[in-house]
């Protein structure tokens, strides 16, 4: 099977500008989560999706947003980008919303 | 404070050795306990569950202390490839939030 797939594999883009990242989650997986993680560190959730619904959100400003879609594939957007939004954006999927697989990331870089 | 800690480490061990890591959290309410590994500029994955009662997985083992809020993960006859970082996550279920640790460094020695 097909495991979590992210797109792009990386971006950069500059302050001020929005970017879109997107995720598929493995086929049968209905729960999405997002993840920033900067180098040194551990992930730091921002969203997690269950079933097109948001469950729950991380301590992330309002520049970050998400969504899923009916075929669960979700997207994060982030608008007005700082620099300190640079770092690996991972997509997380799971069945049940606990156990979760994760994709590649998409490293995003911002000048 | 955080949500989660653990000892950034590094472990330097020599094969065959056994190392623990330990990892505590704050929130009393938490549920949801898991180690994953993260080779580097790699994703994380999932090692392993942590059960109440403790649980093994072949040479790892993880145990759950609810009093002293901690959570372990041992590993018996360490390989090579064990070689990575060790992260620690805790589910918050007050806003069905999931919380890493900064992660342990690992390097197993020849």
């Known amino acids: 099977d097909a495991g979590v797939t992210q797109s792009p594999t990386h971006l950069i883009k500059t302050r001020g500008q929005h970017v879109t990242l997107r995720c598929s989650p493995i086929s049968g997986h209905k729960s999405v989560s997002w993840y920033q993680q900067v180098l040194g560190q551990g992930p730091q959730f921002i969203f997690q999706?269950?079933?097109?619904?948001?469950?729950g959100r991380g301590n992330f400003p309002d520049r970050f947003s998400a969504r899923q879609f009916p075929n669960y594939s979700s997207e994060l957007n982030v608008n007005a980008l700082l620099l300190g939004d640079s770092a690996l954006y991972l997509c997380?999927?799971?069945?049940?919303?606990?156990?979760?697989?994760f994709g590649p990331g998409t490293r995003l870089t911002v000048t | 404070r955080k949500e989660v800690e653990q000892d950034p480490g590094p472990f330097n061990v020599p094969e065959g050795a056994t190392v623990a890591f330990n990892c505590t959290y704050s929130?009393?309410?938490?549920?949801?306990f898991f180690w994953y590994r993260q080779d580097c500029r790699k994703e994380p994955k999932l090692l392993m569950s942590?059960?109440?009662s403790g649980n093994e997985d072949g040479r790892f083992t993880a145990q759950l202390n609810r009093a002293s809020q901690y959570i372990s993960l041992l590993i018996r006859d360490s390989k090579l490839s064990d070689s990575a970082t060790y992260l620690c996550?805790?589910?918050?279920?007050?806003?069905?939030?999931?919380?890493f640790g900064t992660g342990t460094s690992l390097t197993v020695i020849p």
């Open positions: 999706y269950y079933e097109k619904e948001e469950r």
């Open positions: 997380a999927s799971s069945r049940d919303s606990y156990e979760q697989y």
């Open positions: 996550v805790v589910e918050i279920p007050t806003g069905n939030q999931f919380y």
């Open positions: 942590v059960y109440s």
């Open positions: 929130n009393s309410a938490s549920q949801s």
